[in-house]
């Protein structure tokens, strides 16, 4: 599986906009971009994915770079609840749908 | 979106004895379904792809023999830790794929404390 970095965290102030990058320089073609984030004690929590457009949802958006070879989740409005670990995986279309979880970012959000 | 739930949230066992884990799809029927492991501060590792109605498929390094899978329906597999030891504690967590999007759900995970 093609490989991604995200920073291991980042702080942010409560109702201001997130970037969470995520660098993937050797994505394919075939590989979807996922994003999942896991608060405290909790399961993994599906946030968003996409292959090539911009995708938005009630959660977040996520900007892909027209190389693909990066990404960025954006949360509009950060919360104290989006203080999680996010994790950005690549999930190839055709290897079945396990997902392979890197390190993350752990996101903290001050009042 | 769709549920999947785990069973027990937490255990607690002495060194020696054997613990099931059940993961439950709620309102949806999962053909495949996956078990994650995570240590303190560290990321989910992937142990096994359990598929209904055949034998589960394990990643390297996990011992199918020690970790036992089963997915009898296409709403339940469970996962029972045999001859557990203090060094097998960790958060169990399970997922199932959802048959329209394709996205997993996963499960809140089950916290196993081997005394």
């Known amino acids: 599986d093609a490989k991604t970095t995200q920073p291991n965290s980042m702080e942010s102030n409560e109702e201001e906009p997130v970037h969470l990058p995520c660098n993937h320089s050797?994505?394919?073609?075939?590989?979807?971009i996922h994003w999942y984030r896991q608060l405290p004690s909790q399961g993994p929590e599906y946030v968003i994915h996409g292959l090539t457009s911009n995708v938005n949802n009630r959660m977040a958006s996520l900007a892909i770079a027209e190389d693909r070879k990066s990404s960025t989740l954006i949360l509009h409005r950060a919360t104290l609840r989006d203080a999680a670990v996010y994790y950005c995986?690549?999930?190839?279309?055709?290897?079945?749908?396990?997902?392979?979880f890197g390190k993350g970012t752990s996101l903290l959000v001050t009042p | 979106g769709a549920v999947v739930s785990q069973h027990p949230s937490w255990v607690i066992c002495k060194s020696g004895t054997s613990v099931k884990i059940e993961c439950r799809s709620l309102?949806?029927?999962?053909?495949?379904m996956f078990w994650y492991r995570q240590f303190p501060k560290q990321s989910l590792m992937l142990m096994a792809t359990?598929?209904?109605?055949?034998?589960?498929?394990?990643e390297q390094g996990v011992e199918k023999d020690k970790f036992l899978i089963n997915h009898a329906s296409l709403t339940l597999s469970t996962l029972t830790v045999t001859s557990a030891h203090p060094e097998d504690s960790s958060f169990y967590i399970c997922s199932a794929r959802g048959l329209d999007t394709g996205e997993l759900f996963f499960g809140e995970g089950s916290r196993l404390t081997v005394l």
């Open positions: 359990s598929n209904e109605g055949s034998k589960a498929t394990y």
């Open positions: 050797t994505i394919s073609g075939t590989d979807y």
């Open positions: 309102d949806f029927q999962a053909t495949t």
């Open positions: 995986i690549l999930r190839r279309s055709n290897s079945g749908y396990a997902l392979n």
